[in-house]
């Protein structure tokens, strides 16, 4: 007993060293499991600008420009003679408000050169998309069933109702002008003989037949500088200068009236013979010179 006392007096104090607490702390700790690694996780790659957005962006920087420049659209449109409903959709991005991209960087590029920048380099930047692209719903836009109020027509589309239209045009014209100027077939049945007088048709003895008009030809020739004014049977058909060594020549039958304020200076024929002078040089003269006797 003596020997185990200091053996017992150290185990007491060791012991008293550790709490029951401690010591069953220690061993849950022990036991808990350890924490997982974070997994690391891949963010998805952003994603391309859509052409609504490319336009809008480019229509927003335009759009500053202009009213830096204290420009409205109206005043906008009447410098490039582009639309106001057109500019706004440019500036504000909404595809299906807008033609085709090719007429698109047309406009652009107008819209840039107006306000001072490089209208080429501009519209390079309008991207290109397709009809389905656009992403703007408008407000107004009808609820019809089996109704698209989205539809395009092709160039060559046109072409063809155009040309579709003219040939019917044409058919239905020369149709009309077959029916007026055609005659109408005579029935004979409706006719009404002349009477029976037994004397042949009997001329009245003081009628004669009226004279032929014979075809005459009128040539003037230019002596010097004049102004005259020609006209055959009624009809004018000459007003202005002359000068010399020019020949001028018509076919008449009744009559020639000349009106010029240098009588000497032309020289009238009938059917290749010289006529008189008409008068001297500088007089002004108006005069018919009748065809029939």
């Excluded at 008293?16 to 996780?41: D, G, H, Q, Y």
């Excluded at 033609?99 to 930047?125: D, F, M, T």
């Excluded at 003081?206 to 005259?228: E, F, H, R």
């Amino acid at each position: 007993m003596t020997l185990l006392a200091p053996l017992k007096h150290i185990t007491t104090l060791k012991l008293s060293k550790f709490s029951l607490t401690s010591i069953f702390t220690s061993v849950i700790s022990s036991r808990e499991p350890r924490p997982l690694p974070t997994p690391i996780v891949n963010e998805p790659a952003p994603q391309p600008p859509t052409p609504s957005e490319v336009l809008q962006e480019i229509g927003s920087q335009l759009r500053q420009l202009r009213q830096q420049r204290q420009l409205s659209i109206e005043d906008l449109s009447a410098r490039t003679r582009i639309q106001p409903r057109l500019l706004q959709a440019i500036e504000e991005g909404h595809l299906e408000m807008l033609p085709e991209p090719v007429y698109v960087k047309g406009l652009v590029k107008r819209y840039s050169e107006s306000l001072g920048l490089n209208g080429i380099a501009v519209s390079a930047q309008v991207p290109h998309w397709e009809p389905e692209a656009a992403t703007f719903e408008p407000t107004t836009k009808l609820q019809m069933t089996g109704f698209n109020p989205t539809i395009r027509l092709n160039p060559w589309q046109i072409y063809l109702g155009y040309t579709l239209a003219i040939i019917c045009l044409s058919a239905l014209t020369s149709v009309l002008l077959d029916r007026a100027v055609k005659p109408r077939a005579i029935d004979p049945s409706n006719l009404t003989p002349a009477p029976q007088t037994g004397i042949a048709a009997i001329q009245p003895l003081n009628s004669q037949p009226s004279p032929k008009l014979a075809d005459v030809k009128i040539g003037i020739s230019i002596q010097s500088p004049t102004w005259a004014q020609i006209g055959i049977d009624g009809t004018t058909k000459f007003t202005g200068n002359l000068q010399p060594g020019m020949q001028l020549s018509w076919i008449a039958t009744k009559q020639v009236t000349i009106n010029t304020n240098n009588a000497g200076g032309l020289l009238v024929s009938r059917d290749g013979k010289p006529l008189a002078p008409l008068g001297k040089v500088g007089q002004k003269l108006s005069t018919t010179i009748k065809l029939i006797k």
